[in-house]
């Protein structure tokens, strides 16, 4: 019996969805329920958990609220700083460059994603370490700097390692930009600045906030980047996790920590999209 | 069908390996042979095996590879690739940075090790919790526990079952760049003073709960096992104070060492050895008041993948002329008189290794409570995100 095209098309529908609906239900759904399943029971005496029906893992969030605190202060910084270096370079790539470089210039961007982030990662501990840069400033006569285990030094981690997904976002808005805006802009009598800023940026408000979002939902999960560059001493959510899962295996709390973080990135991604609508004043905002 | 143009031509070495790896495939799993070849030293090792006899492991199949996990810098590279070249066997090595990352490891299952080495206090939360097996005796026939110092042996066997055998004891204290540091420093609370003082921005403490809050602990006399609120709320005071001073928390303090980024750190004694030898300037120094003492025992999971290849590389491990050579690589103090007597004397007269018994008497061994102390857990989580 041959199908109604209502019928093909849904069939059709359901295969293309199928792989990646299967894959969403057994990585993340499945994983998700026992998550909230281990958030309320107990700690076994020797550490894991054992079954229970209790908020009190919710109750002891405050035990962590520092460890929030600096995630959900650092991840907004973070994705900031990684705005200012990330849009020059988006731009003048996207606007400036010579079409005959482009390519092998946006390619370069993307090329560091090539070697772990681990890697790159360690390699800044010896060049924010004494025998790296201090050791190049006391050439000239700067003494006693202190890089490495700093806030600071998290911080450069965390621009450097997130650069790129702030840049190609932010890029591909720009190269979609119509040329002829800005010579209307020009011919109108707006100077550069104000066709920057009153064409150029806002037109670009999608890809930047799909950046600010892709960088800061990462950074709220992250864990290498303050341990290796903070020296242990900079403690985001993401270290909490480590320590709750690995140290004191406390499962239970830790994963009370895991779907407090889930809500708080959904929070988080809502907000953003409700601001880039406003903001971009339109639709057209590919967050995520 | 044509004839392939090799049929005629005299037999070359490499072919002739080729039929004898086939003769033995017989014995040797498909995957075994795929395992080893493509590399041309483990062929020739093969090569060798097959021809000489393999006493010693002919009776089980130890298949092709085995894993561990250990602690950093802890073994010499070579005992692995001897035991390879000797079995055919390649050890893959995991390391850990704690205790309770094992633990934790474990006991979500399926972790694929054939061996690992916990520190004394956690064995009796293995057989508790029915993740490692009682030791076959029969299959460790290097293993003698009558050359063993029972004062760091015994916490291996419990009820008259041995569930781990020794690898190696130790101490934690710390170790000091003398070079850096002038005032010298004798007691934990020198060490917590000068991180605040002199060392400011220069002194590590250990990312484990057990050493730091053990350590801090010492400061007051109180004992480094301690889980008494009162006791513990002073040594947390004194960790947040000096928190602001410390160059890093992190229990990979040699780079940090070696780079004279820091100047001072919670070390234990392989680590210290291993410092001084390469640097005379780190002194290795154990607190006036005390600390831990401890062993590193090696055990086998109850859910190990490849069991006989984890007692062949034990067994292999415990005959003192390998064993000898691990002490001589991670500078480890030995518990097996056996290997001692092989051991260089001027390790058996190094002092980090084998102070005296007046520094080793006020140490502690660590307790089973210590590591599983929810209070503790909790007090490092404050201490490390203030």
């Not at chain 1, 932010?170 to 550069?192: M, N």
């Not at chain 1, 990462?218 to 270290?239: A, D, H, M, S």
């Not at chain 2, 066997?89 to 399926?110: I, P, R, T």
């Not at chain 2, 004279?260 to 680590?271: G, K, R, S």
Request: net charge neutral; aromatic share 10%.
């Amino acid at each position: 019996m041959a199908m109604s095209a209502a019928g093909k098309r849904r069939a059709v529908t359901g295969l293309l969805v199928a792989p990646a609906a299967a894959w969403l239900v057994v990585f993340l759904v499945l994983p998700f329920i026992a998550i909230v399943v281990f958030s309320l029971g107990e700690r076994a005496p020797e550490g894991g958990y054992q079954p229970a029906l209790t908020l009190a893992q919710y109750m002891n969030l405050p035990a962590r609220a520092a460890a929030f605190w600096n995630t959900l202060v650092l991840a907004p910084i973070g994705a900031l700083a990684c705005l200012v270096v990330a849009y020059p370079v988006a731009y003048y790539l996207a606007v400036k460059a010579d079409p005959r470089w482009r390519l092998l210039l946006v390619s370069l961007v993307v090329v560091p994603f090539w070697t772990s982030l681990l890697v790159r990662t360690y390699a800044w501990m010896y060049i924010l370490g004494s025998r790296g840069i201090p050791n190049l400033l006391t050439l000239v006569g700067i003494e006693d700097v202190r890089l490495l285990n700093t806030p600071f030094a998290v911080l450069v981690g965390i621009v450097y390692g997130y650069l790129p997904l702030m840049i190609m976002p932010i890029y591909v808005s720009l190269e979609k930009l119509d040329r002829r805006l800005l010579e209307a802009s020009a011919d109108l009598g707006a100077r550069p600045v104000s066709t920057f800023l009153g064409v150029t940026l806002p037109l670009s408000m999608p890809g930047v906030m799909t950046g600010v979002a892709l960088v800061t939902i990462l950074l709220l999960g992250e864990y290498l980047i303050p341990q290796l560059l903070g020296g242990g001493k900079v403690f985001f959510i993401g270290n909490a996790l480590v320590d709750l899962f690995l140290q004191s295996r406390n499962w239970p709390f830790g994963s009370a920590i895991a779907v407090t973080l889930v809500l708080v990135v959904v929070v988080v991604l809502l907000g953003a999209m409700r601001l880039a609508y406003r903001v971009a004043g339109t639709r057209q905002v590919d967050l995520v | 069908m044509t004839k392939g143009y090799r049929d005629n031509a005299p037999i070359s070495a490499s072919a002739f390996l080729d039929e004898l790896m086939r003769l033995k495939r017989g014995s040797v799993s498909r995957r075994h042979f795929l395992g080893v070849t493509g590399l041309g030293l483990a062929t020739a090792v093969l090569s060798r095996e097959l021809i000489l006899p393999r006493p010693a492991f002919a009776a089980e199949d130890l298949g092709t590879k085995m894993s561990i996990a250990t602690w950093p810098n802890y073994h010499d590279p070579a005992t692995f690739e001897a035991f390879t070249a000797a079995t055919g066997v390649a050890v893959e090595v995991n390391v850990f940075g704690s205790n309770e990352e094992m633990l934790a490891k474990l006991q979500a299952g399926a972790s694929g090790w054939d061996l690992f080495v916990p520190t004394n206090y956690t064995i009796s939360t293995y057989v508790k919790l029915g993740l490692i097996e009682a030791l076959d005796m029969a299959k460790l026939g290097n293993f003698d526990g009558s050359t063993q110092n029972t004062r760091f042996t015994s916490e291996g066997t419990i009820d008259g079952t041995v569930y781990a055998v020794p690898k190696n004891w130790g101490t934690t204290g710390f170790a000091v760049n003398t070079g850096k540091l002038k005032t010298p420093v004798t007691s934990w609370k020198g060490f917590f003073e000068a991180a605040k003082g002199e060392a400011d921005g220069r002194v590590m403490v250990h990312d484990y709960q057990l050493t730091t809050i053990g350590s801090a602990l010492k400061v007051f006399g109180y004992s480094f096992n301690s889980i008494d609120p009162a006791e513990l709320a002073k040594a947390e005071e004194l960790l947040i104070s000096v928190k602001p001073h410390l160059y890093a928390i992190s229990s990979d303090y040699q780079p940090a060492m070696r780079a004279t980024d820091a100047w001072m750190t919670m070390c234990w004694t392989n680590d210290g050895a291993q410092l001084n030898r390469d640097m005379p300037e780190i002194a290795y120094v154990l607190g006036s008041e005390g600390g831990e003492i401890w062993t590193d025992f090696y055990a086998i999971p109850k859910d190990a993948p490849n069991k006989p290849a984890g007692y062949a590389l034990l067994n292999y491990l415990m005959d003192p002329a390998n064993a000898v050579k691990e002490h001589i690589a991670n500078g480890a103090p030995t518990t097996d008189s056996r290997v001692a007597a092989l051991l260089p004397k001027e390790m058996l007269e190094n002092t980090i290794l084998y102070p005296d018994e007046a520094a080793l008497t006020p140490l502690e061994f660590g307790a089973a409570v210590t590591l599983t102390d929810p209070a503790r857990a909790e007090l490092m989580a404050r201490f490390k995100s203030a």
